[in-house]
């Protein structure tokens, strides 16, 4: 079983960057496919990006794309998001996930951290 942790959220004005982070500890890191979800104040939790276990595949939203480029770096056991040109609308609750398949786009059994918070002033 893994263990995750995000770090790095905070306070943004809009059209600026930010650069989150979940740092994972047991399990096997290198075989998780990884990725990143949101949750806004009233909203349902939706998907922000995804990275396969090679790191080979990346899947990221719609309203994230061009914005946004999720990495990992299987030395340090961590998954990164990057995101550029924020908007007040990506304000939310940013939680990482491992996907024990590998894949990074099945969440059924997947291990989840606590959440990080982004909030992108105007």
């Known amino acids: 079983q893994v263990q995750l942790v995000e770090s790095g959220g905070g306070l943004v004005q809009a059209g600026g960057s930010l650069r989150l982070s979940c740092a994972a500890s047991?399990?096997?890191?290198?075989?998780?496919?990884l990725g990143w979800f949101r949750q806004a104040p009233g909203k349902e939790r939706e998907f922000v990006a995804a990275?396969?276990?090679?790191?080979?595949?990346?899947y990221y939203a719609d309203s994230v794309k061009g914005r946004c480029t999720i990495s990992r770096d299987n030395a340090k056991n961590t998954v990164y998001l990057q995101m550029h040109s924020l908007k007040i609308e990506d304000t939310a609750v940013y939680y990482c996930?491992?996907?024990?398949?590998?894949?990074?786009?099945?969440?059924?059994?997947?291990?989840w951290g606590p959440g990080t918070q982004v909030t992108v002033s105007s």
């Open positions: 990275i396969s276990w090679t790191g080979g595949s990346t």
């Open positions: 047991g399990g096997t890191f290198s075989s998780y496919g």
């Open positions: 996930y491992a996907d024990p398949t590998g894949l990074g786009i099945r969440y059924e059994n997947a291990f």
